[in-house]
C-alpha cells in the first residue's frame, strides 16, 4: 500500500507533488508527507489525513526547488499520524526517505542502529531506511542504498534524496515503482496515474532494480550496481479516463462505465465464430485449473470455476490466495493456474502465482493494470482492459473479469476440440449493449436503497452461478456503507442463518432465471414464513415471485451464463446508493486500500 511521488527537473515541486499524490490516493490515504530539496536543505511536511489536509497545510508556504518527493500512507506499522507519515529522516536530516511495503526485519535493524547510535523517532518500520542508508553514507546515495539494501528483508518500493545531492535514488523489491521520462525532467511513482499529467513516457521497473534519475536522464542498476537497459513504454490511457468526468464518486462513474469496459475485454477476442486469445498453454495437456485471488477477484473466480468446469469438464478449484500461499499445496506441471487481480499487485495473489510456477504449473493472469506485477511474472494472461478503476470497492473490474473467465472457459472448450455454442457468443458479444441499455434506465436500485438505509443486517442469496453474486452484493454493501452482510447459497440458510430472520433482516434474493429458479422460490417462502423482509432482483415479472417480495429490483433478462454480470449491476449502485445516502464517501471507505501489496 501507500503511493510515492518523487520529482527532479526544472519546475517547482510542489504542484507536481501534490497533483501526483491526489492521483495516487487510491493506494492509501491516512497520512501524507512531501520533502522539498532547495539548495542544501531538505524541507519535509507531514499531516495526519487526506491530501487536501496537506494541501491546506502548505496553503501560502513558499517551498522552491527543484527536487521533491512526496508519499500518502496507508498504516501497516504505527498509527496513522504525523510523526509516522512519511517522509522520514535520518539522524542529522540529510536523507530523506518514501517507502512503500514492509520491512520485515525491520525490528532487528532498528536495535542494531539503536546500538550503533540511532535516535529513532516513529513506530514506523520504513524509519529503519533512512537511517540505514545514513549509516552506510560516504557522499554517494546510490552506493549507501545499494549498501543498506544488502541487509533489508521484505518488500520496499523507495525513493530517497540526499541534501547534497541533485539526484533522486530509487529501489524495488516486491511494491510497484516506475519512471516517468520527461523533457528535462523525470519522476519517480508508484503507478503511472501520477505522472499522466506531465509525461506519457514511463519505464517500469522491476523488482531488484536501482534507479538514479537527474533532470532529463535515468539510469537503472541491479542491486550488485551493474547496468540495465529498459525499454520506455507509451501510456495509451488519457488523463481524462481517471478523472470523475462529472459523476459524484469514482464509484459511481465505474458502474456507468461497464458497457465501455465489457466492450473492451471482449474487443476482438470473439471473431467469426471463435474465441481469439493470446495463451501459452497447451489446452489439451490441462488436467486440472486452479483459480487464485483475492476479495472480488476470487468471486470472479467461483463463477470462473462453474464456467470451465461446465464448458469443458476439466475439474477446477478455487483459493484464497492467501490461504494458497501458504498451505504448501498440491500442484502438478498439468495443472493451470489463474490469478485473477484487478491491480496485478495484491501481495498474496503475486505470491501465490510464484508459489504455483515454483512447482512448474503453467500460470496465466487475468488481469487489469497493464505492466503491473502480475502481468510481467506470468508467461501470458488476459488483460481486462476495463481502464483505471479508481474506486476501492470494485466494479467495473468484477464484471470484466467474469466475462474474461467465460472467454477463458470458452476458449479450452474450443481448443479441447469441441463446438461451441454460437447463440452464448452472439449473446456475449450484444452484453455491453444490453448493460447500456439498462445502465441508462435502472433506477430500481437506488429508490429501495432510500428505504434500507437505516438497516443494520442484510442476508444475500443466490444459487449456482447467482450465489457468488451474492457473496459480491454483500462485499459491496458493507466495505462501503459499513453494515454487516453476508452472502450465502440461498439452500444452506436453512443449516444455520434462517435463525436470523425477522422484521429487521432484509434478504436479497437473487432469483433470475435458471435450472434451479423453483428452488430460490421455495427458499424465499421459507424467508417469507418467518416474516423476512424479501428484496428480489428479478429478470421477468413472475406472480408467484413478486408476491413474495416486498420489493422487486428489475434486470434484463438473459442467457443464465451472462446473468452474473447483469445482476451485479443492481448491487453495485444498491450498495453505493446506501453509502451515499449515509453521507459515506464509497471511493475511499476506512480501513481499506485499492491495492493491497501487503500481506
Ligand atoms: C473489492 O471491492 C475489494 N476492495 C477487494 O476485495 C479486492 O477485490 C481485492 O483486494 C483484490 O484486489 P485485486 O483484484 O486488485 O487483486
Given amino acids: ?117 540511532c535516535v529513532f523517532r516513529s513506530q514506523t518500520d520504513s524509519e529503519v531506511l533512512p537511517h540505514l542508508i545514513g549509516h552506510f553514507y560516504e557522499g554517494d546515495l546510490e552506493r549507501a542504498l545499494l549498501h543498506a539494501l544488502q541487509f533489508v528483508e521484505g518488500a520496499f518500493g523507495v525513493v530517497a534524496v540526499h541534501k547534497d545531492e541533485n539526484r533522486i535514488v530509487a529501489a524495488r523489491r516486491g511494491s510497484p515503482l516506475i519512471l516517468g521520462v520527461g523533457e528535462d525532467e523525470m519522476f519517480a511513482a508508484s503507478d503511472v496515474p501520477a505522472v499522466l499529467d506531465n509525461t506519457r513516457k514511463v519505464v517500469y ?24 537497459d529498459k525499454q520506455i513504454h507509451e501510456i495509451q490511457w488519457t488523463v481524462d479516463q481517471i478523472e470523475k468526468k462529472g459523476f459524484k464518486h469514482f464509484m459511481l462513474k465505474e458502474i456507468a462505465e461497464q458497457p465501455e469496459s465489457l466492450r473492451n475485454t471482449l474487443r476482438g477476442r470473439i471473431k467469426a465464430g471463435r474465441i481469439k486469445l493470446n495463451l501459452d498453454v497447451d489446452p489439451l495437456a490441462i488436467e486440472r485449473v486452479i483459480i487464485t485471488a483475492c476479495g472480488t477477484s476470487w468471486h470472479a473466480g467461483l463463477i470462473g470455476k462453474q464456467f470451465i468446469e461446465s464448458l469443458t469438464r476439466i475439474p477446477v478449484e478455487v483459493d484464497y490466495a492467501s490461504e494458497f500461499r501458504y498451505r504448501d499445496p498440491i500442484v502438478r506441471p498439468t495443472d493451470l493456474v489463474v490469478a485473477i487481480s484487478q491491480s496485478g499487485e495484491t501481495a498474496d495473489t503475486l505470491a501465490s502465482v510464484r508459489e504455483a510456477q515454483s512447482k512448474n504449473a503453467k500460470v496465466i493472469g487475468v488481469v487489469n493494470v497493464v505492466g503491473s506485477t502480475i502481468s510481467r511474472e506470468v508467461a501470458s494472461g488476459i488483460y481486462l482492459h476495463c481502464g483505471p478503476e479508481i474506486g476501492v470497492a470494485s466494479t467495473k473490474a468484477f464484471t470484466s473479469q467474469v466475462a474474461a473467465m467465460l472467454l477463458l472457459a470458452l476458449f479450452l472448450r474450443q481448443e479441447r476440440g469441441l463446438a461451441l455454442d454460437a447463440g452464448l457468443l452472439e449473446s456475449l458479444a450484444a452484453l455491453p449493449a444490453l448493460a447500456e441499455d439498462y445502465l441508462g434506465e435502472a433506477r430500481d436500485a437506488f429508490e429501495i436503497a432510500e428505504r434500507f438505509q437505516f438497516a443494520h443486517n442484510f442476508l444475500y442469496l443466490g444459487r449456482g452461478l447467482n450465489y457468488p453474486v451474492a457473496l459480491e452484493g454483500a462485499l459491496k454493501l458493507k466495505e462501503i456503507s459499513y453494515i454487516h452482510a453476508e452472502g450465502y447459497p440461498a439452500a444452506e440458510m436453512k443449516h444455520g442463518p434462517i435463525a436470523l430472520i425477522d422484521h429487521d433482516m432484509p434478504v436479497i434474493f437473487i432469483a433470475t432465471r435458471s435450472q434451479i429458479f423453483d428452488k430460490i422460490v421455495s427458499n424465499m417462502q421459507e424467508v417469507k414464513a418467518r416474516k423476512g423482509r424479501v428484496i428480489t432482483v428479478l429478470d421477468e415479472d413472475e406472480p408467484n415471485v413478486t408476491a413474495l417480495s416486498d420489493y422487486v429490483i428489475h434486470v434484463p433478462r438473459v442467457r443464465e451464463e451472462l446473468s452474473p454480470i447483469v445482476n451485479a449491476l443492481p448491487l453495485q449502485q444498491f450498495a453505493y446508493a446506501i453509502a451515499d445516502l449515509k453521507g459515506l464517501n464509497p471511493d475511499k471507505p476506512r480501513n481499506l486500500a485499492k491495492s493491497v501489496t501487503v500481506e
Fill in 205 to 228: 521497473l522491476h523488482d531488484n532494480e536501482v534507479a538514479v534519475i537527474t533532470a532529463g536522464r535515468y539510469a537503472i542498476t541491479n542491486l550488485e550496481g551493474a547496468p540495465i
Fill in 1 to 117: 500500500m501507500c503511493g510515492i511521488i518523487g520529482y527532479i527537473g526544472p519546475r517547482d515541486p510542489l504542484p507536481i507533488l501534490i497533483d501526483g499524490l491526489k492521483k495516487l490516493e487510491y493506494r492509501g490515504y491516512d497520512s501524507a508527507g512531501l520533502c522539498v530539496k532547495n539548495g542544501g536543505a531538505l524541507h519535509v511536511v507531514k499531516k495526519r489525513g487526506a491530501i487536501s489536509d496537506l494541501e491546506s497545510e502548505l496553503r501560502g508556504r513558499d517551498m522552491p526547488g527543484h527536487v521533491g518527493i512526496a508519499h500518502t500512507r496507508w498504516a501497516t506499522h504505527g498509527e496513522p499520524n504525523e510523526t509516522n507519515a512519511h517522509p522520514h529522516l535520518n539522524g542529522d536530516g540529510a536523507i530523506a526517505v518514501v517507502h512503500n511495503g514492509i520491512i520485515e526485519n525491520y525490528y532487528a535493524l532498528r536495535e542494531w542502529l539503536t546500538r550503533e547510535g
